[in-house]
């Protein structure tokens, strides 16, 4: 089974920072990445598609990139409601997915 | 645009069934692929498998002996069946819409939360 590895999995920015989250695959997944954001209490929410395809209505701050084995996810300029939690997912419609352990954005 | 809403009991004890059903509003149930995914309180995410309209479905391989996803398109419903369980199936439970394809997994109904104690 592909396994899919993030790091970092604690990350201390500020207000304006320029964040990048990494997401290491066991083995070539093509584009089949995603990215989610989540915060206490909440569903995860889907932020990028298909490696660096923005979901609607995600602000452009937002960005990913990558294919085959390594994928980032970069904020260019960190913003109060930016602090959570990020995971990137491999997925596809008759494969398992798997998650990455996950990486807190905090203060 | 879909909407998602999951339901079923919060407590069961060791070695009985979970049962979840999740209730679809909004775009009708086909070309949709159906998913369960769960969190451990202060994990992180695990997915449990999914289930297209056509009944095609995958599991996870660690969870796949005690898992059965089924889906009801006329009564837009979807649900999960988890035996056996213990502790360690002490989690939110997600359920999710994906429609195939490149499109990513969303959208997501709140979660609910499923306690396994004696």
């Known amino acids: 089974d592909i396994q899919v590895t993030q790091s970092p999995s604690t990350l201390s920015a500020s207000v304006g920072d320029r964040v990048t989250i990494t997401c290491r695959a066991s083995q070539g997944v093509d584009s089949w990445l995603a990215w989610f954001q989540q915060k206490p209490g909440k569903a995860p929410k889907l932020l990028i598609y298909k490696a660096s395809n923005l979901e609607s209505g995600v602000p452009s701050r937002f960005s990913g990139s990558g294919s085959g084995t390594e994928f980032t996810l970069t904020i260019s300029s960190l913003q109060p409601d930016d602090f959570a939690i990020y995971y990137c997912q491999h997925y596809s419609a008759y494969s398992p997915w798997t998650f990455g352990q996950g990486t807190k954005v905090e203060t | 645009q879909v909407q998602l809403q999951e339901s079923g009991p919060g407590l069961l004890k060791p070695s009985e069934t979970l049962s979840l059903t999740c209730t679809v509003s909004g775009d009708p149930l086909s070309d949709y692929h159906w998913s369960w995914i769960r969190q451990p309180p202060g994990q992180g995410l695990e997915w449990i498998g999914q289930i297209h309209d056509s009944g095609s479905s995958n599991y996870n391989p660690s969870l796949k002996s005690r898992v059965t996803i089924s889906v009801d398109t006329s009564r837009k419903k979807f649900s999960l069946k988890l035996n056996s369980v213990t502790a360690a199936d002490t989690a939110v439970y997600f359920c999710?819409?994906?429609?195939?394809?490149?499109?990513?997994?969303?959208?997501w109904g709140q979660g609910t939360l499923v306690t396994v104690s004696s």
């Open positions: 999710a819409a994906y429609r195939g394809g490149w499109s990513g997994v969303g959208p």
